[in-house]
C-alpha cells in the first residue's frame, strides 16, 4: 500500500513556475514506478510526466517537455515535478500516482490532487 499527499499548488502568472511535491508512505514507495497526470477543467485526466522506481528513466507528454521535469528521492519517500515557463493551458487539477511494483505500468495509488492556476 501506498499513501499520496501532493502539494505546492497555486496560482501563478504565465511564465512562472511552480514546483508540486509528492509525499509518499508505505514501504513500497521505493518500488513503484512514479507519475503526475492533470485535469484540466472540463476535460479528462491526461498523462504529464513519469519516472521509473529508480529514478533513472523519465517520460514527458509532448505538451510540457522542455518546461516540466520529474524527480524522486526514494530516502525521502518524496517525488516532485518542477513546472517553468507555465501557460495558462497548464491550468488543472494534478495527482502523483504510484504503481504496484516496478514491474507494473498501471497507476493504482492516487493522491488526492493539487490545483494549479495559471493566468494569462
Known amino acids: 500500500q501506498v499513501q499520496l499527499v501532493e502539494s505546492g499548488g497555486g496560482l501563478v502568472q504565465a511564465g512562472g513556475s511552480l514546483r508540486l511535491s509528492c509525499a509518499a508512505s508505505?514501504?513500497?514507495?521505493?518500488?513503484?514506478?512514479m507519475a503526475w497526470f492533470r485535469q484540466p477543467p472540463g476535460k479528462e485526466r491526461e498523462f504529464v510526466a513519469d519516472?521509473?522506481?529508480?529514478?533513472?528513466?523519465?517520460s514527458y507528454a509532448d505538451s510540457v517537455k522542455g518546461r516540466f521535469t520529474i524527480s524522486r528521492d526514494n530516502a525521502q519517500n518524496t517525488g516532485w515535478l518542477q513546472m517553468n515557463n507555465l501557460k495558462p493551458l497548464d491550468t488543472g487539477v494534478y495527482y502523483c500516482?504510484?504503481?504496484?511494483?516496478?514491474?507494473?505500468?498501471?497507476?493504482?495509488?492516487w493522491g488526492q490532487g493539487t490545483q494549479v492556476t495559471v493566468s494569462s
Open positions: 508505505g514501504r513500497t514507495f521505493s518500488r513503484s514506478n
Open positions: 519516472i521509473n522506481w529508480t529514478g533513472g528513466t523519465t
Open positions: 500516482a504510484a504503481s504496484n511494483g516496478p514491474l507494473s505500468t498501471r497507476y493504482d495509488y
